[in-house]
């Protein structure tokens, strides 16, 4: 294998300063995971790959952002499998620490607020999970940003390397949040959003599916076909008819509807009711999310006219 792991935040810095000297580079990107890696992930890489001179992805399974502990317990940690998705998708660094070094005092007082937006949707069922993800994001982002070893090697404070950060659109509320916490907050990253990867079914790809039985997994794919129901209405400029497509989820005895609606891609709000009785003109994204036995499924589509 040609990646390399680092355990500490020194070591990274070391590590990927030498990279990019080495490699006479100009950009860094990061791809911030927990692990469990699937295909949905080796898109992120390879996209990164495609755009930076050195990549470091992290594996990190975060304990501010988890409700309860057995949920923690129970999140699959597969680092060996994960390097060599990595490895494959071409990274440079994996960056996976312990708690200790992420929070070497325990859990942080001070901790980055997700506001309102982290309140709706998947925040109403996890409270605190959006604080505690965005806190994660913010130090990650601290972690990789290129340059902090560079003294002497060449680039001046006006040439420092362009750094880039990628998340999946499969997460949309915490990609908005990610990119309103760097826009109010002016982190110098530019935050790259990569589209689902979908199973030849429909399925979103995730770390959850692995908890479904075969009888679920069939079930689960009215999530993906109702998101390509109004996908193919807003494409022919008709009324997005929300409620029938809700009707067919809800036909499905083994899924549980949580939400299904169709909002501003930036900010999460619902659209005015009048987009979907109305011919659909304009931008929104629809989105739902459900329990189908064991798990919590969500996905997305961006709709476009
Ligand atoms: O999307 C994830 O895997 C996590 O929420 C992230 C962004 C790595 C933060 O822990």
């Not at 490895?87 to 325990?106: H, I, K, Q, R, T």
């Not at 982002?141 to 420092?160: E, I, K, M, Q, V």
């Not at 304009?282 to 999310?289: C, D, N, P, Q």
Request: overall charge negative; glycine content about 8%.
């Amino acid at each position: 294998m040609a990646i390399q792991l680092v355990t500490t935040a020194a070591q990274l810095r070391a590590e990927s300063a030498r990279l990019l000297t080495r490699k006479r580079g100009t950009s860094q990107g990061l791809v911030p995971t927990m692990g469990a890696l699937h295909e949905g992930h080796a898109q992120l890489a390879r996209t990164a790959v495609a755009q930076n001179d050195v990549v470091v992805a992290s594996v990190f399974v975060n304990p501010l952002q988890f409700g309860e502990a057995a949920d923690l317990e129970r999140y699959p940690r597969t680092l060996e499998a994960d390097m060599a998705l990595l490895d494959a998708a071409g990274v440079d660094l994996v960056f996976a620490p312990s708690a200790e070094e992420v929070y070497p005092g325990g859990e942080p007082l001070v901790r980055i607020t997700a506001g309102p937006l982290g309140g709706k949707w998947e925040g109403a069922s996890r409270p605190g999970h959006f604080d505690g993800a965005l806190t994660v994001v913010a130090k990650l982002l601290h972690y990789g940003l290129p340059g902090a070893g560079l003294s002497g090697t060449g680039h001046s404070d006006a040439g420092l390397p362009a750094y880039r950060a990628y998340f999946g659109q499969k997460d949309a509320q915490q990609l908005a949040l990610v990119q309103r916490m760097v826009e109010d907050l002016n982190f110098p990253v530019e935050i790259v959003p990569v589209p689902i990867v979908r199973t030849e079914d429909g399925l979103a790809l995730s770390s959850r599916n692995r908890f479904l039985s075969d009888e679920e997994r069939q079930a689960a794919l009215v999530l993906s076909r109702a998101l390509r129901l109004l996908e193919a209405r807003a494409g022919a400029h008709e009324p997005l008819d929300l409620e029938s497509a809700q009707a067919l989820v809800e036909s499905e005895p083994l899924v549980d509807l949580d939400y299904f609606d169709v909002v501003d891609p930036r900010t999460l709000e619902p659209l005015a009711e009048n987009c979907r009785q109305t011919p659909f003109r304009g931008e929104g994204l629809a989105i739902i999310a459900a329990r189908v036995g064991p798990v919590r499924l969500i996905d997305n589509v961006p709709l476009d006219s």
